[in-house]
């Protein structure tokens, strides 16, 4: 690909953008702080410092959710504000071609309205191609997409798990569930609750995941001291949060990642089963890296489960190899070929 190509991952917790022959040039929270409705006063890392701090004439919130997004004017917003951060850094990005990964396993319409975002954004696109995510995602855990071999990629965000089957640079199968790393927060928040009568937010329940998380019953018995606010006397008080009790929430959805995996593997051709058995499940995305996840799934599915080197940006990555490679530049499809098959 020659002259300016960007290549932009819209997560839903974050938003990567990757520039030829610079690599990621932009890397940050995918969030926004809008003030009386209108006035946007902090994008990314700003914006997220805000989170559940903020006065109730300004609304902090991530545009994108479940994996597509939610809120076009304020993702459109974000968007322009981050291309100027850029352009002011890089250069300018006007008449740029772009690159947007896109889930496979969601509507015509809400993969258009990523296609939509880029093309009516400050940028003025020379053209907007879709690629699709877990071939993106695959491509940045440097595997081969391009041979007849099957590779099973799981692709655990913020939001949503995306499992997929991937053979000759298409998409074999592919499925999308609700669960994710902010779905596992939540359910903390309302267990912490419900156990012991305390309120906590986002953050810290998050860092409650990160500390105390576990996929398989902890061998020791872990804790850490939070804060939050007491639900019956309404004042701040601290409690100690054990790693017995982050299994017990979180299980549940560690093993509905497993269902879905389990799903594709008995949709799976014979043929590329044989190539999952030789090769395993890769696992990638920002909650990858759950402590014991990959033990308990190779448990449930007797596969070799690989957790890619940095999990979180692998998709980001990918974007990158395909616009750095020509070879790799039919990953890329036009509106076209995305939508009517041609």
Do not use: W
């Not at 594709?264 to 051709?269: D, F, Q, R, V």
Request: aromatic share 6%; proline share 3%; charged share 25%.
């Amino acid at each position: 690909m020659s002259g300016k190509v960007l290549g932009i991952d819209f997560g839903t917790s974050t938003i990567k953008i990757y520039k030829k022959n610079e690599g990621v040039i932009f890397d940050a929270k995918n969030i926004i702080a809008v003030a009386n409705g209108t006035q946007v006063i902090a994008i990314g890392d700003e914006a997220y410092e805000m989170y559940g701090k903020a006065p109730s004439n300004i609304l902090v919130d991530y545009p994108v959710r479940s994996g597509v997004i939610a809120d076009i004017a304020n993702m459109l917003s974000l968007l322009n504000l981050a291309f100027d951060k850029i352009s002011k850094k890089y250069g300018k990005i006007t008449g740029a071609e772009f690159l947007v990964a896109a889930p496979t396993d969601i509507t015509e319409v809400e993969k258009r309205a990523f296609f939509d975002l880029v093309a009516s954004s400050n940028a003025k696109a020379k053209k907007v191609r879709i690629v699709e995510k877990p071939i993106a995602d695959a491509l940045g855990a440097e595997l081969d997409v391009m041979t007849a071999r099957g590779v099973m990629i799981v692709d655990i965000g913020a939001d949503t798990t995306e499992v997929s089957i991937i053979s000759l640079g298409g998409i074999v199968l592919s499925k999308l569930i609700p669960v994710g790393g902010n779905k596992v927060d939540e359910a903390i928040i309302l267990n912490v609750k419900k156990t012991y009568n305390l309120i906590i937010g986002q953050k810290t329940a998050e860092t409650i995941k990160k500390e105390l998380g576990c996929a398989l019953p902890p061998k020791e018995e872990r804790t850490i001291r939070v804060y939050g606010r007491d639900v019956l006397s309404g004042l701040p008080i601290e409690r100690e949060i054990t790693a017995s009790f982050v299994y017990e929430t979180i299980s549940e959805y560690m093993h509905s990642i497993i269902d879905a995996v389990r799903i594709i593997l008995e949709k799976t051709p014979p043929e590329i089963s044989s190539d999952i058995i030789d090769s395993g499940v890769y696992l990638t995305g920002g909650s990858a890296g759950i402590f014991e996840l990959d033990r308990l799934m190779a448990q449930e599915t007797e596969l070799d489960i690989n957790i890619c080197e940095d999990p979180a940006n692998t998709v980001v990555k990918g974007l990158g190899r395909i616009i750095e490679n020509n070879k790799l530049s039919s990953l890329a499809l036009t509106l076209k070929q995305t939508y009517y098959g041609g």
